[in-house]
């Protein structure tokens, strides 16, 4: 037991007087002041797991990398390879590759038409081919320099080390890539805002409408009863049961429509991002109505008395006075939807994201991928570069959610500000 | 819509009458013909109004046609499984192995490695998240919640996968330094089952926290009063008076550790494994579905209908869970004022 009751006072019934009291005073305070600072504690760890968490992505996102050359571009010409012209450049190229392998490019497209930047990029993919060899983490690039210096040298003799921020232009813009360090996530980025906007489209209507059936409408009858207790167990039903669904319903069952087939459209199966967006607009429906719920509610009954008491209809003040009040905790809701929607990833992985894909979306029939699932793809790959680069996606992804979730809190502190 | 709402009318027409006789009577005039003798006040049936209300119950239906779009998805899948060769519906929930390559499909070693992560993440996030409540409601001064509270919240924010993240590359690191690389596997049960903890820690938190404010504040000044200090009366006072709020957290959040998918997935590993040691890899149902699907597996095949039946008991035992923990809050409230 915990806390101390003094044996006398079971025994007797008698409570201890003079000094005992106070020691036994005395002690129920000190363990008070124990279980304060347990109960502290555990706020705490919970937060500092929020902080090494945030600690351990930006760690890897951020560091030294050791690049290695085959042939040191220093070697080739006694000037920086940027500053020499296209014929030198040739001239380097032809030295350091196959003449077959020169044909062939050749062939491809005559270096005659070749822009300088391009036969550069050619010598730099194929002589001298840079490549990261080994990536350490933010924390160990600040404090112990030196022993990376050391340990490069002796394993990557020929390698430079230089800064590298994973997350940088070149990662926001690039296209997914096999090659980590030139990988991206701009078809992610692309794909998750394509799905994020039509789930929005399907998911925004039909949560105010079932909210407002619901708070507006709905007397105290059986099905209306079942309707609510439905939608609290929706809200509870994990998020790949959602996929599933989706899998068998929106990707299998109405696949000629949700490839577009019917549009004409051939080169895609049902996992599309239109069969992605119903998925996830099931899945924040509950999220959705039970907020908007709560804000239809939190509207007061006078303004309702006031409008019917006009002559309004029941539409005419849902419309004109109910929403429009309501308008801020209903926005709200909706963005915590969206950013739900915006990290889950599991509904996506049963639907069919695609893991590995080079093209933008183009529509709501194309194949996709998402943040989320590239993040998961490049965590489960092998090697600390993948690991460094899921970092960076997650930035990005954080990055996002917390824009969302500012412009929520702005969003309801300027309806506050304009409605009063 | 009693006689409260008649009267007003009938003061109006009263006074109009008594000071702006020639203008009522003016405009009074159109209806009054139009009606012949007196004006209609009863209320029309409206068209459009009651096509909008048809159009919102509509919205309203679309939760109830996903539920029967889940159960119909799932039982029908499912079925489709247990009447093929060599699944019945006992073998699917007694058998101790499960390889699809050879036919076995025991679900055994898939739930007991979630039941596995759902318990250590228990153990991290119960007594976590409620010490952290009764420290929010009780202990917390204004200023401290305001601070505290939308942080811990910060943490319920974080996409799942990003946990996963987490769990791989930082917790199954530590967890090998203390253990040894050879005790701890690069996949593992308990890796998984913390930061699943983490993870659920807020929402224990604040589903907690909600129950323990709803006790009124006259209990805890009955309390002082006797000369109580803030710990007795947090235990013997508070908690209990919330405890059905309390437990009721706990099942969603149970509930919660058992459909949580990212985390598993990326951590605890990739293959059933029927195993009782938290260091070694095994996985759960959900990873399994994420994996199998996640893969090519063609429509159709045995192992794509397995993959509902496994979800078939997902969502039975979260089903179960939830509803367990609504009967709960609404059997055992305490119930004041």
């Not at chain 1, 890897?60 to 296209?86: C, I, M, N, W």
Request: charged content about 15%; some cysteine.
């Amino acid at each position: 037991m915990i806390l101390p009751t003094p044996p006398e006072a079971r025994s007797t019934g008698q409570l201890p007087e003079g000094a005992a009291a106070q020691r036994f005073v005395a002690g129920r305070q000190m363990i008070g002041r124990v279980w304060h600072s347990t109960f502290l504690t555990a706020l705490l760890i919970g937060i500092l797991a929020l902080a090494t968490l945030l600690t351990t992505v930006v760690n890897d996102a951020f560091g030294y990398v050791a690049v290695q050359a085959k042939v040191d571009p220093a070697t080739l010409s006694d000037r920086p390879l940027e500053q020499l012209t296209k014929d030198e450049l040739i001239t380097i190229l032809q030295a350091n590759i196959s003449r077959g392998l020169y044909r062939r490019f050749d062939r491809d497209k005559p270096f005659s038409e070749r822009t300088q930047q391009e036969v550069l990029a050619l010598i730099q993919e194929r002589v001298t081919a840079v490549e990261i060899v080994r990536a350490f983490g933010l924390w160990e690039s600040l404090t112990q320099r030196a022993t990376i210096d050391a340990e490069v040298q002796r394993e990557f003799p020929g390698a430079k080390l230089e800064f590298r921020s994973w997350l940088n232009g070149r990662f926001i813009t690039n296209p997914m890539a096999s090659a980590a360090a030139d990988s991206g996530v701009r078809n992610a980025i692309l794909g998750s805002l394509w799905m994020i906007a039509l789930t929005m489209l399907f998911a925004f209507p039909i949560g105010i409408g079932a909210a407002v059936y619901l708070e507006e409408y709905a007397t105290k009858n059986r099905l209306n009863n079942l309707i609510e207790t439905n939608i609290n167990n929706l809200a509870g039903v994990p998020s790949i049961i959602y996929g599933m669904l989706g899998l068998a319903i929106f990707v299998r069952g109405i696949e000629y429509y949700t490839s577009g087939a019917f549009l004409g459209i051939s080169d895609t199966n049902g996992r599309t991002i239109i069969s992605a967006s119903l998925t996830m607009a099931l899945l924040i429906l509950p999220l959705l109505i039970i907020n908007a719920r709560e804000a239809i509610r939190a509207v007061p009954q006078s303004l309702r008395q006031a409008s019917y008491g006009l002559g309004a209809t029941k539409w005419q003040t849902v419309w004109h006075h109910v929403l429009p009040n309501a308008m801020p905790g209903i926005l709200t809701g909706t963005i915590l939807g969206m950013s739900r929607a915006m990290g889950e990833t599991a509904p996506l992985i049963v639907v069919g994201a695609s893991t590995f894909i080079v093209t933008d979306p183009t529509g709501p029939f194309s194949k996709f991928t998402a943040l989320p699932i590239q993040i998961y793809n490049w965590t489960q790959q092998p090697g600390e570069q993948f690991r460094d680069v899921a970092a960076a996606a997650i930035l990005v992804l954080l990055i996002l959610l917390l824009t969302l979730n500012t412009s929520a809190i702005l969003l309801r502190n300027y309806y506050r500000r304009s409605s009063s | 819509m009693g006689g409260g709402e008649t009267r007003p009318p009938i003061v109006v027409v009263w006074r109009l009458e008594q000071s702006m006789e020639p203008s009522v009577a003016s405009r009074a005039q159109p209806a009054a013909t139009d009606s012949g003798g007196g004006l209609d006040l009863r209320s029309r049936p409206r068209l459009g109004e009651g096509i909008i209300q048809a159009l919102l119950w509509m919205c309203a239906a679309v939760s109830i046609l996903t539920t029967i779009g889940i159960v119909y998805v799932l039982v029908h899948e499912a079925w489709a499984f247990f009447s093929a060769d060599g699944a019945s519906i006992g073998a699917f929930l007694t058998g101790t192995t499960w390889a699809p390559q050879i036919g076995a499909f025991g679900i055994l070693p898939l739930l007991n490695a979630t039941i596995g992560t759902s318990l250590v993440a228990m153990l991290v996030a119960l007594p976590l998240g409620l010490g952290a409540s009764i420290f929010l409601s009780e202990y917390a001064s204004p200023r401290a919640r305001a601070v505290l509270k939308p942080l811990l919240e910060i943490l319920a924010g974080v996409p799942t996968v990003v946990y996963g993240y987490f769990a791989l590359i930082f917790v199954t690191p530590r967890l090998q330094e203390l253990f040894g690389k050879d005790v701890v596997q690069v996949y593992n049960v308990a890796s998984a089952g913390l930061v699943m903890g983490i993870m659920i820690l807020p929402l224990v938190a604040s589903m907690s926290e909600d129950a323990l404010n709803a006790v009124p504040q006259s209990l805890r000044q009955a309390s002082y009063g006797l000369g109580a200090t803030r710990l007795e009366t947090a235990l013997r006072v508070v908690v209990p008076a919330a405890l059905s709020g309390i437990i009721a957290a706990f099942i969603v959040a149970v509930s919660r550790a058992v459909g949580e998918t990212m985390i598993v997935a990326l951590a605890a590993g990739a293959g059933p494994n029927l195993s009782f040691n938290p260091f070694e890899a095994a996985e759960t149902m959900t990873g399994h579905i994420a994996r199998i699907s996640g893969g090519d597996v063609s429509y159709g095949s045995i192992q794509y209908d397995s993959i509902f039946a496994i979800g078939l008991t997902l969502f039975v035992m979260t089903l179960l869970l939830n509803i367990g923990s609504g009967l709960i809050v609404r059997r055992f409230r305490e119930v004041y004022e």
